[in-house]
């Protein structure tokens, strides 16, 4: 079992959505697990290797306790049948007090394609399902990320980085092929901070709660 496991569509996606969570995570002595589900090939960057070992290098530096990557076609997630039963395996696998992954609003079609299938998937892990791996498993805590601040949903749960930015920054700038894209990252942390936290130079990540079990206490960050 798991404290945290992190479900990616790409490399880079928990990282830049999750980063801070992460490292708050790790140093309040969580274990967190790391899952890239494609092979980024239809990244700025399109080397599968570059890409592999960027992420190999992340989650080091992240000191995931877990770390895959599926190596799924990158951009046809939305075709893939047995996405949920895929991740399903993957939740029963890991055993994750919370799971973080994308919103199935998410305007990717890739996220999208993630957030749409963990929620049939979380129904799945819980099944006596015989064409699945491993025992059921019911994870009661799911956080998904925010990608686009001009929609964040009206349901929403913070997390406070403020502390982990500078070290945030450091993991994402180990994506070189996506530098471009993975700038503005941090920006979006203090601006969405402005708004829920006191002070000034604050950060946050921000997730859309699709459940959280109230009183368990662990989630609260």
């Given at each position: 079992?798991?404290?945290?496991?992190?479900i990616g569509?790409?490399?880079?996606?928990?990282?830049?959505?999750?980063?801070?969570?992460?490292?708050?995570?790790?140093k309040?002595?969580?274990s967190?697990?790391?899952?890239?589900?494609?092979?980024?090939?239809?990244g700025?960057?399109n080397d599968?290797?570059v890409?592999k070992?960027?992420?190999?290098?992340?989650?080091?530096?992240?000191?995931?306790?877990?770390?895959?990557?599926?190596?799924?076609?990158?951009g046809?997630?939305?075709?893939?049948?047995?996405?949920?039963?895929?991740?399903?395996?993957?939740?029963?696998?890991y055993?994750?007090?919370?799971?973080?992954?994308?919103?199935?609003?998410?305007?990717?079609?890739d996220?999208k394609?993630?957030?749409?299938?963990?929620?049939?998937?979380?129904?799945?892990?819980?099944?006596?399902?015989?064409d699945?791996?491993n025992?059921?498993?019911?994870?009661?805590?799911?956080?998904?990320?925010?990608?686009d601040?001009?929609?964040?949903?009206?349901?929403?749960?913070?997390?406070?980085i403020?502390?982990?930015?500078?070290?945030?920054?450091?993991?994402l700038r180990?994506?070189?092929?996506?530098?471009e894209?993975?700038?503005?990252?941090?920006?979006?942390?203090?601006?969405?901070?402005?708004?829920?936290?006191?002070?000034?130079?604050?950060?946050?990540e921000?997730?859309?709660?699709?459940?959280l079990?109230?009183?368990?206490?662990?989630?609260?960050?």
């Amino acid at each position: 079992m798991v404290d945290a496991l992190f479900i990616g569509a790409h490399p880079d996606d928990y990282e830049a959505f999750a980063g801070g969570t992460i490292l708050r995570l790790k140093k309040e002595g969580k274990s967190c697990g790391g899952i890239i589900l494609t092979d980024g090939s239809a990244g700025r960057n399109n080397d599968i290797n570059v890409r592999k070992l960027e992420a190999e290098h992340a989650a080091k530096s992240l000191k995931l306790d877990y770390f895959e990557m599926i190596g799924l076609k990158d951009g046809y997630l939305d075709e893939i049948n047995n996405l949920a039963a895929l991740i399903a395996n993957l939740i029963r696998k890991y055993r994750p007090k919370i799971l973080f992954t994308h919103y199935f609003e998410d305007k990717h079609p890739d996220h999208k394609a993630v957030g749409e299938s963990t929620k049939d998937a979380l129904f799945l892990a819980r099944t006596k399902r015989e064409d699945l791996e491993n025992e059921p498993y019911n994870c009661s805590n799911v956080l998904m990320f925010i990608s686009d601040i001009t929609k964040i949903p009206q349901s929403k749960f913070h997390v406070d980085i403020t502390d982990f930015l500078e070290d945030k920054i450091k993991v994402l700038r180990l994506y070189e092929s996506q530098r471009e894209v993975l700038e503005p990252i941090p920006l979006m942390n203090k601006y969405i901070a402005a708004d829920v936290l006191e002070g000034r130079n604050k950060a946050v990540e921000v997730f859309y709660p699709l459940t959280l079990v109230k009183g368990e206490g662990y989630y609260v960050l």
